[in-house]
């Protein structure tokens, strides 16, 4: 492995270049640098591996070498030293990317310590990274080929001789629930991903994996032959859940068919079909066939006139939130939910809602953004999970709006100023103002440059020169730690926009308050 050292101190360079056995920590060659321009350079001429670099350079910072370091996207494990224990610069250099934060002075031991532990985690990945690779091709060359598709009747018919008479299986459609919509081909390097990782942690469990088929993007059917290890299948699909959850970040729903002879396989699997079209999983997305063949479906919906008039008279606005979730709870537990009574439970709860904001003479626009309510309305009626999430995000927009109804649009500015105020160092967007007046964005922005006659973003970009201007006035603070307390991670950026604002560079500006003083 290669590794470039950057710091403006040369002899600091050199004691760490030449006092380090670089050999024994897995090292071939070390490149050094002394400011950024330097560091761009060998970047561009020769492969790095890590980077060890100071923070404080007076031609650039080593935060602003990490992010050109991360926009490239070089495959880089970053190591930052500094005189500074300052937590904005470390939280800034994790943010991009690097391993770890060191304060100087540091010994060559220890600093050996710590490139010899990124050097083997850095090996390490690089296997895996060869295995996937690998992966990736071999999805690659099978995408090419199309999906069979095979009747489940036929194929089982077709290996009836193949079964002693008593022989067991067990059928399990699984279900993977999406957030978002992927490309095609997104989509079917995923399906690939997802046959592979079922596949695999079934065969690792013992189970034996008699046939596996894809009924369409998101959508398995698995059929399992008993070898001693089936009553333990409910557990193991369990597992698989959290497996698919560690690897590719999905949730699934499973439906599991009870363990019958062949024979009944094909009722199993009409049972299991009416299941998925039918009924609702529970908040761990499990669903059995033996419970579904006790299965009382509830059609009775809470009482919505009492929950309105409860947060219409009383303001229980809380206590109507959680009788609401409660009762999805327990239809869960119960396997009582429908399909058909979640659609009509979204319906009441998001009407009654609508007519509480009419009542009160506020738009729906005002507290909930079009696109994001309509995305989580449309998977909260697929499991008891989602639903549940989609009650807390209506009920924690219309407690907030309690808060805020009488208050005038005047006061709702001048929270966001507070805020902006007291945050000028963390990230300010939107969605962030938004949610401390508990408001859609579009509305906040609207209502702010109707109030103020300025964006938000010009107005943040206000205070923050504002303040950088006091800091230079009032402070010793270098120009960098000023950029970072008022917001900024790429230094170069925030001088120009100083200059933009003052008509001055920030050292300018110090230099032309000192005089004024004199």
């Known amino acids: 492995m290669n590794i470039l050292i950057v710091d403006d101190d040369t002899f600091v360079v050199q004691k760490v270049a030449e006092g380090i056995d670089w050999d024994s920590i897995g090292i071939r060659r070390v490149f050094t640098a002394n400011n950024m321009r330097q560091a761009y350079k060998i970047f561009e001429t020769f492969p790095v591996d890590i980077l060890v670099t100071d923070i404080e350079m007076p031609q650039g910072s080593g935060l602003e070498l990490l992010e050109w370091v991360k926009e490239k996207r ?5 190591l930052v030293l500094s005189g500074y224990a300052h937590f904005a610069y470390a939280q800034k250099a994790m943010q991009y990317g690097g391993r770890k934060y060191m304060l100087k002075p540091i010994s060559n031991r220890e600093l050996a310590s710590a490139i010899s532990e990124i050097v083997q985690e850095k090996n390490r990945k690089n296997v895996v990274s060869e295995q996937k690779r690998a992966l990736m091709q071999v999805c690659r060359n099978l995408m090419k080929l199309p999906l069979e598709r095979i009747n489940l009747v036929e194929e089982l018919v077709n290996k009836r001789h193949f ?37 695999e942690f079934f065969e690792n469990k013992g189970l034996e994996l008699e046939w596996s088929f894809q009924e369409k993007d998101g959508e398995w059917l698995l059929v399992f032959r008993e070898n001693g290890r089936l009553s ?24 599991i068919g009870r363990v019958c002879e062949l024979g009944e396989v094909t009722d199993s699997y009409a049972h299991l079909a009416k299941i998925r079209s039918e009924a609702i999983p529970d908040e761990l997305g499990v669903f059995c066939e033996e419970e579904w063949l006790q299965w009382e479906p509830s059609f009775d919906l809470p009482d919505f006139d009492r929950l309105e008039r409860m947060i219409i008279k009383d303001g229980m606005i809380r206590a109507v939130r959680d009788d609401l979730k409660n009762y999805v709870r327990k239809n869960g537990e119960r ?19 609508g007519r509480i904001l009419d009542q009160k003479n506020i738009p729906f626009s005002q507290l909930y953004d079009e696109k994001e309510l309509e995305n989580m309305h449309q998977r909260a009626g697929s499991t008891t999970k989602w639903m549940l999430e989609y009650i807390d995000y209506l009920f924690e927009k219309l407690e907030g709006m309690q808060s805020i109804t009488n208050s005038k649009k005047e006061y709702l500015v001048e929270c966001l100023k507070r805020y902006i105020g007291e945050h000028l160092s963390e990230e300010l967007s939107r969605s962030s103002l938004a949610a401390t007046v508990y408001l859609s964005e579009d ?3 609207r209502l ?6 300025m964006s938000i973003p010009a107005y943040v970009t206000g205070q923050r020169m504002e303040s950088a201007k006091q800091y230079l006035a009032e402070t010793t603070c270098t120009v960098s730690e000023i950029a970072m307390k008022v917001g900024y991670s790429n230094f170069s ?21 000192k005089n004024l003083s004199k």
């Open 232 to 255: 333990s299948v409910k557990e193991y699909t369990a597992q698989m859940q959290h497996c698919l959850r560690d690897v590719v970040q999905l949730e699934s729903c499973v439906y």
């Open 163 to 199: 079964y002693q008479g008593n022989e067991k299986f067990c059928v399990i459609m699984l279900r993977i629930l999406s957030k978002e919509k992927r490309g095609e081909s997104e989509q079917k390097l995923l399906n690939f991903v997802v046959r592979n990782v079922i596949q």
């Open 493 to 513: 950026y925030f001088s120009k926009t100083f200059k933009d604002y003052t008509g001055k560079t920030p050292n300018e500006y110090r230099s032309y308050i």
């Open 448 to 453: 702010f440059a109707a109030e103020t006659g």
């Open 74 to 78: 070089y495959p880089v494990e970053a």
């Open 335 to 353: 396997r009582n939910a429908t399909v058909t009574l979640y659609k009509q439970l979204l319906s009441s709860t998001t009407s009654m809602v």
């Open 443 to 445: 509305y906040v922005s």
